[in-house]
């Protein structure tokens, strides 16, 4: 075997093992994003769950049944934190947001 043939024989092996590796980290990447983009859908679910338990907690608070009890003000305090908490997940749920913009802008573009 000369020395080209050689060469091509190992640039090819090359080529498939790049090759190879490409398409499992794509199909990889493709994976993970939409894991991504499930919980992001998920944590915007959890987000409006506890945003309309809040809510429900501030007009039972305000019933004039109710009204001025510590346990249920201690609740709506938890409530609103817990919210808050959530809040800092905005993040992921922003960024599926904007992907899910761009990609109706590209269809309407294509369209």
């Known amino acids: ?12 092996l090359i080529l498939l093992v790049s090759v190879s590796i490409n398409l499992f980290l794509f199909i990889y990447s493709r994976n993970i994003v939409r894991k991504l983009v499930m919980i992001a859908d998920e944590i915007a679910d959890l987000r409006d769950a506890v945003g309309s ?13 109710f009204y001025g009890d510590q346990t249920l003000q201690s609740l709506m305090d938890h409530a609103r934190s817990f919210r808050e908490y ?5 993040y992921v749920y922003v960024l599926d947001e904007q992907e899910e913009q761009n990609a109706e802008s590209t269809q309407i573009e294509e369209g």
């Not at 050689?6 to 640039?11: F, G, K, N, P, W």
């Not at 959530?86 to 905005?90: C, L, N, P, V």
């Open 1 to 12: 075997m000369d020395f080209m043939s050689r060469l091509e024989v190992i640039l090819s």
């Open 53 to 65: 338990f809040a809510n429900h907690i501030k007009v039972v608070y305000e019933m004039e049944m």
């Open 86 to 90: 959530m809040d800092e997940f905005d």
